[in-house]
């Protein structure tokens, strides 16, 4: 039904001969069915993710390469906006202008995984710092490996937020700032996806912020997620 209801919408759109008073309820409209276009999707997706567990795919995953095509999606998203996007890799800054995976194949990292839910969650984590960081603002990424595991971190010089909201962010539709939020069009599930991802891969979340500080999404890795290509 909603593919119907946005089809006749942009025919309207379309209509040379549409009356001036139409194009903005017709604006409306079409930027609500694409919410909620986002809305069942990521319902979906979610539901999907959380009864992953049982047949939760084992790629082997070039993490390297799946960081530097988030970074490469990140910037097209920003846009004009012209965030400055960082990506550090195990403490070398990567030029992320360049696609492809420089390092030798001895000193790649691969994981073992689901690269669909992965991808799902860490662009989640990545897009999330762009819309909610203000122009010319800037994100950093950092993937780095400790004893205790791997870990990944985007950090942004955003709005940030009251600390009191943390435990909540993760719970489905919690939002720290209903206006923000319908401004930027986000479907409150996506930190919610971000949690179920890294459960199935037996990880966990980190979140740190401050209003007016920006914010940091943290995630740990256990090092047996590592494997060999």
């Known amino acids: 039904p909603l593919t ?13 001969e549409l009356p001036s008073k139409w194009r903005r309820p017709l604006k409306s409209m079409s930027t609500q069915t694409q919410r909620m276009e986002s809305l069942i999707h990521d319902l979906l997706l979610l539901a999907k993710f959380e ?5 939760l795919s084992k790629d082997v995953i070039d993490i390297e390469s799946l960081l530097r095509l988030i970074c490469h999606d990140a910037q097209v998203l920003s846009g004009l906006r012209k965030h400055t996007i960082t990506l550090a890799f195990n403490d070398k800054i990567l030029d992320i202008d360049k696609r492809e995976v420089t390092s030798e194949q001895n000193k790649r990292i691969y994981i073992s995984g689901d690269e669909r839910q992965l991808y799902s969650a860490i662009s989640n984590l990545v897009f999330n710092a762009v819309k909610y960081t203000p122009d010319n603002g800037k994100i950093h990424l950092i ?4 004893q205790k595991g791997f870990h990944f971190s985007v950090k942004d010089t955003g709005v940030g937020f009251d600390p009191i909201h943390i435990p909540h962010l993760t719970e489905r539709f919690y939002r720290t700032d209903p206006s923000r939020d319908n401004a930027t069009g986000g479907s409150g599930l996506g930190l919610a996806i971000v949690k179920h991802v890294l459960i199935n891969h037996k990880a966990s979340l980190e979140i740190r912020s401050e209003e007016g500080k920006g914010s940091e999404f943290i995630c740990h890795f256990p090092l047996s ?3 060999t290509n």
């Open 4 to 16: 119907v209801i946005k089809g006749y919408i942009e025919t309207f759109q379309d209509a040379s």
């Open 51 to 55: 009864t992953a567990d049982l047949s």
């Open 143 to 146: 993937w780095w490996q400790d």
């Open 225 to 227: 997620i590592q494997t």
